[in-house]
């Protein structure tokens, strides 16, 4: 027990050194409690882990990972037979069929407050904590540029822009045409954290808008910065002709797998986080140049005056009626070792992010990483992400509400108003059935 209990306060030192939005601990606990005694394996068991990055691609990543987890734990089995999103988390949970463990990113306060996960009080030392950061942690943002096709475009790579408006007008020389074709894209703010990342990058980090308070629960989505934020990011795609990008984006992939645009060169440029270069390392083919043309900035503010990084990710949950928890518990704290950081990094282009294991890590081999690291001490301004009770509707309503607007659809006033008036109203109606 002297060993778990160590371990386990070396977990609370995860906690205390990543900011994760998967990370829920319940206002106003205090107190200090040990760890309940954990019980010895006897027999053999198996605990299911679902994840967010599935599919045969990644089977060789989570192969290495848990055999290596194994090799230390070998009475403990780990498979990765599914996917996971909210909805199906909740389903598993309500027809007792759930798995032992699984990854959130910014559901926590959704699923504690419907009780699809159990707190881990009994693993920790105080509070009520419902995650604990792990697989995948760090900085989030970063302007992703190919200094190849800068150079063919007539761009000093050594210039990438600092605002929004440069980054347009990048966008625009970087962007090729045969008539109505698109051939190759400047930048598609859809894509990667620039979407995912809308509210944090967009509205908090380009623009200063606040739009939410957490401790009043109140949103501001249909501020003059948020709807700004919105009118500049659709600025894109409309100059460039929505139908048009939207065409040539059904030829490739998002984010940075093998099909990605990035990837495949024919996107120049994209905001994407630190994972970037070790999945370019990956999913790259073997007669890919790209890792060594891609450079890595700052992400463009309104005015190109500020350094803005989002510090975040994705942490692991113990659904509640996980039939395994101390077994289960042995995977999630082994998850923040720097044994398994390394295994991340080298297989998934991840890393966990915490202060433990990143000392341990050796990152020679994806240089790229390097700048996403001294951006946390470099940054002007180091934002958290989303934190919100409504986090899945809010995610789903605002994509659509940009989608809209980059359409013509909607005017950006109109629909940030409409945006504000529906997630409130459900925020209220979420926190009081709560």
Known sequence: MAKMSLSRRNVLGVLAGVTSSGVLAACGAGGSTAPATEKELTQPVSIDFWVNWFGPSREPAYKALNEAFQAENPK???????????????????????????????????????????????????????????????????????????????????????????????????????????????????????????????????????????????????????????????????????????????????WTGKTGGITQQTVAMQNNGYWTPGEIR?????????????????????????????????????????????????????????????????????QNGNKNAAKELKYDQVPGLKFYIDSLTQADKTMQPINIPIFADLDKAYRAALTDIGQGKKAAKAAMDELQQQMQQLLDDTVKGA
């Not at 909805?87 to 027809?95: D, F, N, T």
């Not at 074709?181 to 980090?205: C, H, R, T, V, Y």
């Not at 113990?318 to 077994?327: E, F, H, N, V």
């Not at 390394?342 to 998934?348: C, G, K, Y």
Request: proline fraction near 5%; charge should be neutral; glycine fraction near 8%.
């Open 282 to 350: 990956v999913f790259a083919e073997g007669n890919n140049d790209v890792a060594s043309n891609l450079m890595y900035t700052w992400a463009p503010t309104a005015k190109g005056d500020k350094k803005v990084q989002l510090i975040g990710g994705w942490a692991v949950v113990m659904p509640t009626g996980s039939k395994q928890a101390d077994a289960t518990w042995r995977y999630v704290e082994w998850l923040t070792t720097g044994k398994a950081n390394q295994i991340l990094l080298d297989q998934f282009g991840f």
């Open 76 to 254: 403990i089995t780990v498979n990765v037979p599914s996917n996971v999103n909210v909805e199906k988390l909740i389903a598993g949970v309500v027809a007792g069929t759930p798995p032992d463990v699984a990854t959130i990113r910014s559901t926590g306060q959704a699923l504690a407050i419907k009780s699809a996960i159990q707190p881990l009080d009994d693993y920790t030392w105080k509070g009520k904590i419902y995650a604990v950061p792990s697989m995948e942690n760090g900085a989030r943002g970063a302007l992703v540029y190919n200094k190849k096709l800068y150079q063919q475009a007539g761009l000093d790579p050594n210039k990438p822009p600092k605002s929004i408006d440069e980054l347009l007008k990048a966008h625009e020389q970087l962007t090729k045409a045969e008539g109505n074709d698109i051939k190759q894209l400047g930048f598609d703010p859809w894509d990667a954290m620039s979407n995912e990342g809308f509210l944090e990058f967009w509205g908090e980090g380009a623009y200063g808008a606040k739009w939410y308070d957490a401790k009043a629960l109140k949103l501001n989505l249909n501020s003059p910065e948020m709807v700004q934020a919105a009118q500049n990011f659709t600025q894109f795609r409309i100059r460039t002709g929505y139908d048009k990008v939207d065409t040539f984006r059904k030829t490739y992939g998002f």
